[in-house]
């Protein structure tokens, strides 16, 4: 998926992220629920669950007959912001390992739990998929 990317002057230049991902027409809405990196037995810690988490979302995608590319937003949320910060390095290398140099809109937010206790984060996004590419096994 190409999309347009847009980063209005007046905002500066972001890092790591783009203000806006324009769409083409004629394409199809993904909507991922939000993932954890959570299985059985002891939890990772905050980086080892994002790269997990976005493993996961990156799963779903392409089990819609997407890719990775084709994600135009990411949705964030964290139980500890400091314990985010302190590991900025660590998440980015996990970032990189699924999501290579594909920057979508993202936003960051900082929650007081998430549903599983175990967890200290979950990324939610919003793919646009080409109609050129049909999921497989899709009934759409």
Same mark, same amino acid.
């Given at each position: &998926?190409?999309?347009?990317? *847009?980063?209005?002057? $007046? #905002?500066? =230049?972001?890092?790591?992220?783009?203000?806006? &991902? #324009?769409?083409?027409?004629?394409?199809?809405? #993904?909507?991922? $629920?939000?993932?954890?990196?959570?299985?059985?037995?002891?939890?990772?810690?905050?980086?080892?669950?994002?790269?997990? !988490? #976005?493993?996961? @979302?990156?799963? *779903?995608?392409?089990?819609?007959?997407?890719? @990775? !590319?084709?994600?135009?937003?990411? +949705? /964030?949320?964290?139980?500890? &912001?400091?314990?985010? =910060?302190?590991?900025?390095?660590? /998440?980015? !290398?996990?970032?990189?390992? *699924?999501?290579?140099?594909?920057?979508?809109? &993202?936003?960051?937010?900082?929650?007081?739990?998430? @549903?599983?206790?175990?967890?200290? *984060?979950? /990324?939610? $996004? +919003?793919?646009?998929?080409?109609?050129? =590419?049909?999921?497989?096994?899709?009934?759409?």
């Amino acid at each position: &998926m190409t999309y347009e990317i *847009v980063n209005p002057e $007046a #905002l500066g =230049r972001p890092r790591g992220w783009n203000n806006g &991902m #324009l769409a083409p027409e004629g394409c199809r809405v #993904l909507f991922v $629920a939000g993932q954890i990196g959570v299985g059985e037995g002891p939890a990772p810690d905050l980086a080892a669950q994002f790269g997990a !988490a #976005l493993a996961n @979302v990156a799963r *779903v995608v392409r089990g819609a007959g997407g890719a @990775v !590319a084709d994600v135009g937003r990411l +949705t /964030i949320y964290v139980t500890d &912001m400091e314990a985010y =910060r302190g590991s900025r390095a660590e /998440i980015g !290398a996990e970032y990189r390992s *699924v999501f290579g140099k594909h920057f979508p809109a &993202m936003s960051l937010v900082a929650v007081t739990e998430l @549903v599983d206790p175990r967890a200290v *984060v979950e /990324i939610e $996004a +919003t793919a646009v998929i080409p109609q050129a =590419r049909p999921a497989p096994g899709s009934t759409v």
